[in-house]
């Protein structure tokens, strides 16, 4: 007996002993899992150029992305993804299709955006995007309107931006701002440059008496030379401009930055412009063409939402086949953006 004991005693150490290192070695496949495991991208399948929206009247958060994966950026429709904690998200509808719901365009349907507004008391929903017109001329910006920010949505029937104000480069990628200081509303967009424009009442024209050229200056491909995807915000007295630097098929497509004390400009470029950009290490290219999001009741709280190259495409076809991704974006005390660190 008092062998056996011993025996036992001796077999229930070797037992513990080993039962502690099988957990350390599961605690760390666990961390490993656990570093591995990612929240991005936030949408299933290729998707870019991503508007977010947070509700009022729902009080849910909403994404309007490009429809991507189709060769030489051929989408022809839009659809809305809706969240509550924006960690899942519902694909809820195709909103608006080029080819059933827009007499003026034939394709091409990119890079949309969204204001919430409330007039006469209800809520309308006016939803901007640029397509190919019928005329197969250069790209053009139309909206559609709705009373829900899930649609549907009804086309004005006709494009309210035409032409380039500098003689050249594409009408898409347009952002729409409401100013909380004035009230007022603003169009923005442009392709090798920015143009800006305050909106007229209706929120579906424009007063082109206001349309300026807003092109920040200088830079190059490798730092803040303006490309497009222009996205405005407020804070603190700031008018924040971001927008896109290099081409979106470009594994250095980032963003950079500068803020304004007018909706209208002038653009002072940020001393540390760049905001986002690509995290080779981390197989993360071409982050770029964002949108912001300031979290209601937390004041200070913000995301950036924006897209990247997915990297199993980075050598066919990066420019059509991306995906929606959305990260912690910080500010210093002075105001200025910390540079983002996008999250596989």
């Not at 991208?41 to 994966?69: C, M, N, W």
């Not at 950026?73 to 827009?102: A, P, Q």
């Not at 190059?220 to 401009?241: C, H, S």
Request: with cysteine; charged share 20%.
């Amino acid at each position: 007996m008092p062998h056996e004991t011993k025996v036992t005693i001796k077999n229930m150490k070797h037992l513990l002993i080993k039962t502690f290192l099988i957990g350390l070695c599961l605690i760390g496949t666990s961390e490993v899992i656990a570093q591995k495991d990612s929240h991005n991208p936030i949408l299933p399948g290729f998707h870019a150029d991503p508007e977010v929206l947070y509700s009022q009247q729902t009080k849910r958060y909403y994404i309007y992305p490009t429809s991507d994966g189709f060769p030489g950026w051929g989408g022809s429709y839009f659809k809305v993804f809706s969240s509550k904690d924006l960690k899942t998200w519902k694909e809820e509808r195709v909103i608006l299709d080029m080819l059933k719901d827009v007499s003026w365009a034939n394709g091409n349907a990119w890079a949309p955006c969204i204001e919430e507004k409330k007039i006469d008391g209800k809520y309308k929903y006016f939803f901007y995007y640029s397509a190919n017109p019928v005329t197969n001329k250069s790209k053009q910006i139309g909206v559609a309107i709705a009373d829900s920010p899930t649609g549907p949505f009804t086309d004005l029937g006709r494009p309210i931006v035409t032409s380039s104000p500098v003689g050249r480069g594409q009408q898409i990628d347009v952002d729409v701002f409401t100013d909380p200081v004035s009230g007022k509303s603003y169009l923005y967009w442009g392709n090798g440059y920015m143009a800006g424009a305050e909106l007229n009442d209706d929120m579906v024209s424009i007063k082109e008496e206001t349309i300026k050229v807003m092109t920040p200056e200088g830079g190059t491909l490798q730092t803040y030379a303006f490309r497009e995807a222009p996205y405005i915000f407020f804070r603190k007295g700031l008018y924040y401009f971001l927008w896109s630097v290099d081409d979106t098929g470009s594994p250095n497509y980032h963003v950079a930055y500068g803020t304004s004390h007018s909706p209208l400009g002038p653009i002072q470029v940020a001393k540390e412009s760049i905001i986002l950009i690509q995290s080779p290490k981390e197989e993360i290219y071409g982050p770029a063409h964002c949108s912001v999001l300031q979290i209601p009741n937390k004041k200070d709280r913000w995301f950036i939402v924006y897209h990247r190259i997915n990297k199993e495409y980075l050598k066919h076809g990066p420019g059509w086949h991306r995906e929606v991704c959305m990260d912690r974006m910080e500010f210093n005390e002075d105001g200025t953006i910390r540079q983002v660190v996008p999250t596989p």
